[in-house]
Each structure stands twice: as structure tokens, then as C-alpha cells.
């Protein structure tokens, strides 16, 4: 369970991470799909073929179980666009925030899809109250990133206001340009690093990653914020609604609470069903992506095939991504690609007090909603 955690939540920051390197998010998340997949063959074939339970992975595919194998399949269908979704929201939102919201959300409507589902066997006087703890996590998230929004304008108003005649002017769009060059790789150019926090890291982040980085200029800076924040948690929430369907799917492809299997027929096991749903997620992500590749949303630039084949610049982390993502799959949790968000990425640093105090109440409240979640729980008849 511990190892499903750490890889579940590792994960979102690894494309997080190639994102904010500059590599196009179609590229990661093609590149993602493959091993995410490979990670469901090798589960499916290994774990669904021991044990003393029957039937097992095999003679499951013979079976005559489509109604629950269409659920699954439903299920990948939704979690493929959430994921997906989430990918773009990293850059406009944040991992830190976007992971809290959109857990929560999935939460809150998947878990009460799941209580009616499965006869009310968890106790609702806990589960309501926890699942009224992940809403009110779900607003300290907003109210978080506003904050955040909020800082980061004055810092870059405050950095704007030291470059207002034409040679401080220059010596700026120097600087960043300078900083977004290949030379700093290969150590061929010195330019002191910005620290995070500050006006001048921000520049730099957006300038070299590969998501609106082409529409962050100083003289735009509070239009461009305040259309992110739109755009982010617009994204952000419909992922999480995304999110939440996938439970209620796999719970009746695994269940079927509904009786839609003829008499006889076993239920599918839950490593069936991960393979199921693992295979239309790959399917509708390869469709979605190749699509993006030549009409790209939110500004990015167009690519092709070709271009995404001989793109090695990352690849391996986007393999990685894959395999924690598909081996983790199993536990639904969030909450480490939280703490990548804020230590790894150092994503309020330098913010108020204000921010700082918000982004602390939605941890704990996520944590208590958590806890109580937990404490709710039931066995199934």
C-alpha cells in the first residue's frame, strides 16, 4: 500500500517536472500511455494468474461479462481525460493545488456514487461529515491558488517597476532570453540562477516550459494571471469530475451491483478489470494526443509524428511516469504529489503569510477528511 502511495503520487511530478523543462505535454503523455499500459499486461499476467481465486485473468477473456467489461472500459475512458486534463492544469494551477482539488472532488461525488451503489455499508454519520471536510478543502484550494495569484502579481509589478526606462528594458529581455538559451545546459554560458520565489524565477519558469510559455510577457502580466486562474481551475475541476466516475465505473465492473451478467457468470476479478480499463485509456489517449500533435490547444506549438519519434529529450522520465503511474494504479490517493509540489517545485515560496496559512488549512483539512473517510468504512455483504 505504502509503495502504491509513493508511486501514485510521484508520478504527476516527474510530467510535471518535463513540462517545466520545455518538452511538449503531447510527447510526455504519449510516451506515458506506452509503459502505463505494459504496466496493466504485466499485472494482468502475473497477479491475475495466481492465487487459489477462480476464474483467473485468462478465462476471463473468454467469458461472457461485455456489461462489465464496457464499465471498465467506461472507466478508463474518464480517467484518461482527467489525467490528461491534469497535465495542462500542473502549469496554470499548480501540482500542489490541483492534486488536492481534484482528490477531493473525486471524493465527494464518487464516494456517495459508491455508498447508494453498494447498499449504504459505510456509516453515513462519519462518511458525510469527511465528505463535507474534502468540499471545504476543495474551496481552501481555490482560495489557495487565488492567493497565490494574487503575490505573484505584486512581485512581478514590483520587478516591472525596476525596468521602466529603455536600457533596463533591454538588459531585462536580455537576461531572460540568456536564461532560455540551450548554452546553460552545456555550461557554455554563466547567468546567475534565479531563486524560487522571486519575480525573476518566475520569468524564467515561463519561458522555458512548454505550456503558455510563448504568451508570458511583463507588459501582460496581470491579464495573463488572471486568465490562468480561470483557465486552471476550470481545467482543474473538470478533471476532478473526470476522476470521480472512474470509481462508480470500476465498482460496477467489478461488482455488478446492477445484475447486468447472465446467471453463472463470475464477476470480473480486479486485475481483469484493470486490464480493461488500462487498454481504452491507452486508446483514447494515443487518439487525443496524436490530434494534439497537429492542432494543439492553449497556444502550443504544432508537432507531428515524426517530430514526437525523434524526441528523446526526456523520455525516459516519461517512461518512468508510466510504470508508477500503471503499477500504483491500484490506490487512489493523492497526497504526495502535494508535498513534490511544494518542497520539490518550491511552488508558494516566497508568497504571504496569507497563502501560507490557506495552503496549511487545505493540507490539514485534507488530512482530517482523509482520517474520517477511513473511519467510515464498511464491509461488503
Do not use: M
Given at each position: 500500500m505504502l509503495v502504491s502511495l509513493l508511486f501514485l503520487g510521484t508520478w504527476p511530478a516527474v510530467m510535471t517536472l518535463l513540462e517545466r523543462r520545455g518538452r511538449l505535454p503531447q510527447h510526455t503523455y504519449l510516451d506515458y500511455t506506452l509503459t502505463n499500459l505494459m504496466a496493466a499486461v504485466i499485472i494482468a499476467f502475473t497477479f491475475g494468474e495466481v492465487g487459489n481465486t477462480a476464474p483467473n485473468f485468462l478465462s476471463q477473456l473468454h467469458q461472457e461479462n461485455w456489461p462489465s467489461v464496457l464499465f471498465a472500459m467506461g472507466g478508463g475512458v474518464v480517467l484518461s481525460v482527467g489525467n490528461l486534463s491534469t497535465q495542462y492544469a500542473w502549469a496554470f494551477v499548480g501540482l500542489s493545488v490541483v492534486e488536492v482539488i481534484t482528490s477531493s472532488i473525486t471524493v465527494v461525488i464518487g464516494t456517495t456514487f459508491n455508498y447508494f451503489l453498494d447498499d449504504k455499508?459505510?456509516?453515513?454519520?462519519?462518511?458525510?461529515?469527511?465528505?463535507?471536510?474534502?468540499?471545504?478543502?476543495?474551496?481552501?484550494?481555490?482560495a489557495v491558488h487565488s492567493s497565490n495569484t494574487a503575490d505573484n502579481k505584486a512581485k512581478l509589478n514590483e520587478f516591472s517597476a525596476d525596468y521602466k526606462d529603455a536600457a533596463n528594458i533591454f538588459r531585462l529581455l536580455c537576461y531572460i532570453y540568456i536564461v532560455d538559451s540551450k548554452d546553460l545546459e552545456d555550461g557554455s554560458t554563466s547567468v546567475h540562477k534565479a531563486k524560487a520565489g522571486t519575480a525573476a524565477f518566475l520569468i524564467e519558469l515561463e519561458n522555458k516550459r512548454s505550456i503558455k510559455a510563448s504568451s508570458y510577457m511583463l507588459q501582460g502580466i496581470c491579464a495573463v494571471l488572471g486568465k490562468s486562474t480561470f483557465i486552471g481551475l476550470a481545467i482543474t475541476f473538470f478533471a476532478g469530475v473526470c476522476f470521480s466516475l472512474f470509481s462508480?465505473?470500476?465498482?460496477?465492473?467489478?461488482?455488478?451491483?446492477?445484475?447486468t451478467l447472465k446467471k453463472g457468470v463470475h464477476h470480473l476479478s480486479v486485475y481483469t478489470a484493470f486490464f480493461y480499463f488500462s487498454v481504452s485509456c491507452f486508446v483514447i489517449a494515443v487518439i487525443l494526443?496524436?490530434?494534439?500533435?497537429?492542432h494543439p490547444v492553449l497556444n502550443l506549438p504544432k508537432s507531428s509524428l515524426k517530430a514526437y519519434l525523434r524526441d528523446w529529450d526526456g523520455r525516459g522520465?516519461?517512461?518512468l511516469a508510466g510504470l508508477l503511474c500503471g503499477f500504483g494504479n491500484g490506490l487512489q490517493f493523492m497526497g504526495v504529489s502535494t508535498?513534490?509540489?511544494?518542497?520539490?517545485?518550491?511552488?508558494?515560496?516566497?508568497?504571504?503569510?496569507?497563502?501560507?496559512l490557506l495552503l496549511g488549512s487545505m493540507l490539514l483539512m485534507f488530512i482530517v477528511a482523509v482520517a474520517v473517510l477511513m473511519a467510515s468504512s464498511g464491509h461488503r455483504k
Open positions: 455499508i459505510n456509516k453515513a454519520e462519519i462518511l458525510f461529515p469527511g465528505v463535507g471536510c474534502f468540499l471545504i478543502a476543495v474551496c481552501l484550494g481555490s462508480p465505473a470500476f465498482n460496477l465492473a467489478t461488482n455488478d451491483q446492477w445484475h494526443n496524436i490530434s494534439f500533435l497537429y522520465w516519461a517512461f508535498f513534490w509540489g511544494v518542497v520539490l517545485f518550491g511552488e508558494y515560496r516566497k508568497s504571504s503569510k496569507r497563502t501560507y
